[in-house]
């Protein structure tokens, strides 16, 4: 995490949302405000989708990529949706990076509050003002450096109720984390008043030796930009510890059959690209 912007993956989660607009069909997941809060035309965007472009987010060329960020976006809102109709108020957008579904809710009395660092969020108020798009009323930004605040006390800092129900979105973070964060982070969601949910991905070990293979290629890469891996869970494990903290209701996919579901048929994806998919892994967990 740089101290005056955002984090390399958290560019490279929005520009692939933002590619995904234009260059996918069928579309998995519509994000019409992606590529105004980065400030790119769509010639910019099919520009940095050239797989020879020297630019650090030139992942937007990986299609099979492009598709999971798509995938877990569309797997999470669904689940937001859904706890929203349920009567869930609240929404955390945990790590929120540039999501942009604070600026998408058309829903008054949903209140959505942001966590992620304060550079992050600094950045990311600079490009809001820049596109030109407001901030609604029922947004909280909660700035929190983990080294000097915890989520308890950011959250209520910003007003959030402990003793009303709540939906969780924590994407793109648990392997960044070591398993004992992890855990911390989870206690806390375990303790909100009920019903609560969470929507997260993480990461499981290599079944065979081309996917550990891959897997410490893509884990040394990240180290090298200086955001490694710390955690991995086999589901079995995910599903011991998620029961530990009293959650019931789990629901885990792997990213290839969630994309799948999501295009309602094959993906398109093999070989190398699929390896590489297999590791990710998207889940809700409701208590």
């Not at 101290?3 to 019409?32: K, N």
């Not at 596109?131 to 910003?158: C, N």
């Not at 402990?162 to 939906?167: C, F, H």
């Not at 893509?218 to 011991?240: I, N, V």
Request: proline fraction near 6%; charge should be negative.
């Amino acid at each position: 995490m740089e101290d005056d912007g955002p984090s390399r993956t958290a560019l490279v989660t929005a520009y692939a949302r933002a590619y995904h607009q234009i260059a996918d069909r069928p579309r998995i997941f519509i994000d019409p405000l992606a590529a105004s809060l980065l400030g790119v035309t769509p010639a910019q965007l099919i520009e940095l989708g050239t797989p020879t472009t020297d630019h650090p987010v030139n992942a937007v060329a990986d299609r099979s990529r492009r598709l999971f960020f798509a995938t877990r976006a569309r797997f999470a809102e669904d689940r937001v949706a859904a706890s929203v109709a349920a009567g869930v108020r609240q929404v955390v957008i945990l790590g929120a990076g540039l999501d942009t579904f604070a600026y998408r809710n058309a829903r008054p009395d949903v209140r959505v509050y942001e966590v992620d660092h304060p550079a992050t969020q600094a950045w990311k108020r600079e490009r809001l003002a820049a596109a030109g798009i407001d901030r609604p009323d029922t947004l909280a930004f909660v700035p929190v450096d983990f080294e000097t605040r915890t989520l308890a006390a950011g959250l209520e800092a910003a007003g959030f109720d402990r003793g009303d129900p709540a939906v969780f979105v924590w994407l793109g973070v648990v392997f960044y984390l070591t398993p004992d964060a992890a855990r911390v982070t989870l206690e806390y969601i375990a303790g909100q008043a009920r019903p609560v949910e969470v929507i997260f991905d993480y990461l499981q070990p290599g079944d065979t030796d081309e996917d550990r293979v891959q897997l410490r290629a893509r884990a040394d890469r990240l180290a090298a930009a200086g955001e490694p891996f710390f955690s991995y869970f086999t589901p079995h494990d995910m599903a011991a510890r998620l029961h530990a903290l009293g959650f019931t209701d789990i629901e885990d996919h792997s990213a290839p059959d969630l994309i799948a579901r999501y295009l309602d048929g094959p993906t398109g994806i093999e070989g190398e690209a699929q390896r590489a998919l297999r590791a990710s892994r998207v889940l809700r967990a409701s208590r």
